[in-house]
């Protein structure tokens, strides 16, 4: 980033994100981790025994999404299903503490889709997943579009559909969605899933990660930059998409637009954990691009923030001091200080 383009990207972080007003839908969850110590294998089993010390909740895919956002300052809508059981409580009470408007959660019959880790130190030992991935029902799919429209009517400056792939981002939920928004003249940004990215025509955005983006092609590619934009190319055309951010992991991120293609460099991070990573850079691109920030400067500040992410353990959202910390150095390398 240049001096002009990091002075955007603050005046953006001070002011001009607590403007804007962002619904994410999608895939909502809770993370539940236990952390503790391992000094034996168990008697009954051959399995470490994990003494717990302490545990923690935090917020999830599409609910992630909606945390790095309104830590960023940002008015936050989430939408998606639910279960009407002790996770959801737990959901329920996060949203809450980070103040993120809840209206668009439906529950339902399926459990809430919840990830319990157990970890000892810094290494995980077990996952266990509570969740049903069909697609969605009818009545629900109406019910969440009856939202998203009325929402969409009182101004919303974009939409972030967050897709894991756990029944809620069906073809025609997405297309109802990108049909909407684009009648309000409000862009879509989607975090994909899977290879049947023809629900996705039409998006303003997509952000898939290397692995995601080879999925649908024929032949895998190498993490190269022209590797990247000549793919990244045929598959924008192939399922018009407007434009495609591919995060590379050490080599940064890619933007493929129409009009420009820009390679981003990772910033130097030591890495301890990258889930999350996706939630944080389409959460920060979204902000930017309704803020008015240019695409180039948008994903710049969204690599930024990804390389805060994968130097901490576990979920976790950046916040507006961390990104401004992050700009002041970047200031004082661009003036040679």
């Known amino acids: ?69 309104s830590l960023l300052g940002c008015q936050t809508f989430l939408a998606g299903i639910v279960g009407d059981d002790i996770h959801c409580l737990s959901l329920e009470t996060e949203l809450k503490k980070e103040k993120i408007y809840a209206g668009g959660l439906i529950k339902t019959k399926r459990p809430t889709t919840t990830k319990l880790r157990v970890m000892g130190g810094h290494q995980q030992m077990l996952r266990l997943d509570f969740e049903e991935n069909h697609a969605l029902e009818t009545e629900y799919e109406i019910s969440l579009i009856q939202y998203i429209s009325d929402l969409l009517k ?48 039409n998006a303003d955005y997509l952000t898939p990660n290397l692995k995601e983006l080879n999925e649908v092609l024929v032949e895998s590619i190498i993490n190269e930059d022209e590797a990247v934009k000549t793919s990244g190319q045929i598959v924008k055309r192939k399922f018009k998409i407007k434009n495609i951010i591919v995060t590379r992991s050490e080599r940064g991120l890619s933007l493929i637009g129409n009009r420009q293609v820009v390679h981003i460099p990772t910033v130097a991070q030591e890495v301890f954990d990258v889930s999350g990573a996706g939630d ?3 959460a920060v691109f979204g902000a930017s691009i309704s803020a008015g920030l240019s695409p180039k400067v948008a994903a710049s500040l969204a690599n930024i923030a990804a390389g805060i992410v994968v130097g901490k353990l576990g979920t976790y959202a950046v916040s507006q001091e961390e990104l401004l910390q992050k700009l002041e150095e970047l200031t004082r390398v661009e003036k040679g200080e």
């Open 1 to 69: 980033m240049n001096r002009k383009e990091i002075l955007a990207a603050k005046e953006f972080v001070l002011g001009k994100v607590n403007q804007c007003r962002i619904l994410v839908v999608g895939d909502v969850m809770l993370d539940k981790y236990y952390f503790g110590e391992v000094k034996r294998i168990s008697p009954e089993a051959p399995v470490p025994i994990t003494r717990v010390i302490r545990q923690k909740e935090a917020l999830g895919g599409a609910a992630n999404v909606a945390h790095n956002l």
């Open 154 to 201: 009182t101004g919303i400056n974009c939409v972030i559909i967050s897709d894991y792939a756990k029944g809620v981002c069906t073809y025609s939920f997405c297309q109802q969605i990108i049909q909407l928004s684009a009648m309000h003249q409000v862009p879509v940004i989607i975090d994909p899933k899977g290879d049947n990215w023809s629900k996705y025509k």
């Open 280 to 282: 944080t850079v389409i």
